[in-house]
């Protein structure tokens, strides 16, 4: 028996800004947001490795994977908590993470999301909000790869590990 209230369509996000435990940890933390998936996407190899992935020769970011209700919150709030939350101006590379692996990217999974995504860059090029131009790609998704088990929601599970302090 039906309560007559039709299923949350939830839709996906995903994004690479730096180590995947960093973003995982902040997009938990948001209303609306239902799971976050931390994995791999952009490169050659499939079903790539944590060692591999690191190891930079795969070709693949490090990315999380978003899913969110889009009633609760928009596709450009995730997309503004991003541009907060990493630094869009330094190429393959975020702080001490030095590496295609730690690329800044957000993989489209259609046009809208494109449409949104590059309107954002544009807006922040604009106001000039930083200092450097930002060199976040903005690419169709390729195949995703979730990360193992261990790497899920990592902060919550090694909030004394020294790289999460």
Not at 24 to 31: I, M, S
Not at 70 to 95: K, N
Request: hydrophobic letters at 35%.
């Amino acid at each position: 028996m039906s309560n007559g209230a039709a299923p949350r369509a939830t839709e996906l996000a995903t994004l690479g800004g730096g180590c995947f435990w960093c973003l995982d940890a902040v997009y938990r933390e948001l209303r609306g947001v239902e799971q976050v998936t931390s994995g791999y996407a952009g490169g050659d190899t499939p079903a790539p490795t944590y060692r591999e992935v690191c190891g930079g020769r795969t070709g693949h970011a490090e990315v999380v994977q978003v899913e969110f209700d889009p009633a609760v919150i928009p596709y450009r709030h995730l997309l503004d908590v991003f541009f907060t939350i990493h630094d869009p101006t330094q190429l393959d590379r975020q702080g001490a993470d030095v590496g295609t692996q730690y690329r800044s990217v957000i993989f489209t999974h259609d046009a809208e999301q494109e449409r949104v995504a590059r309107e954002a860059i544009e807006s922040m090029e604009a106001a000039q909000v930083w200092d450097a131009p930002i060199v976040t790609a903005v690419q169709p998704l390729p195949p995703f790869f979730p990360a193992e088990a261990y790497h899920q929601d990592y902060y919550q599970q090694n909030p004394e590990q020294g790289y999460c302090k």
